[in-house]
């Protein structure tokens, strides 16, 4: 079978472009937040997640049990995160590429109590 190459452009919120399943898979992410100002319930796997910029600067809102905070990252720059997050977007045009493993629970947690709101199984 001959490669194909496969696009990055997001066409939605998150779609899963490629997997080795049983192992990882890849997607792309494009928030619907433009500010952390904007985001009401942070997600956090059972399994750490690499994100990656591209197409300018984008943020992620990070959270633990005791505090928030922002990190920002320009394209080509990565982070892997393991606490409850979500992302925005800084610049219109960016996104994030995510990899993760095609198995795992992710827990949704209010952003105002910090009550976890639900919990699905991938």
């Known amino acids: 079978m001959e490669p194909t190459p496969i696009s990055l452009q997001p066409d939605a919120l998150w779609t899963v472009l490629a997997r080795d399943e ?15 100002e904007d985001i009401d319930t942070l997600e956090r796997h059972t399994c750490p ?10 943020g992620l809102l990070l959270a633990d049990e005791t505090r928030e905070r922002v990190i920002a990252l320009h394209a080509g720059e990565a982070l892997l995160v393991e606490d409850f997050h979500n992302g925005f977007r800084i ?18 947690r209010d952003r105002a109590t910090g009550a976890i709101t639900r919990t699905v199984q991938v």
Not at 22 to 36: K, L, N, T
Not at 91 to 108: G, L, M, W
């Open 22 to 36: 049983g192992h990882w898979r890849m997607g792309v992410y494009r928030p619907d937040a433009a500010a952390p």
């Open 91 to 108: 610049d219109e045009c960016a996104y994030f590429v995510v990899i993760e493993r095609t198995s795992f629970t992710t827990h949704y």
């Open 49 to 58: 997640e690499l994100f990656i910029a591209v197409g300018g600067r984008v």
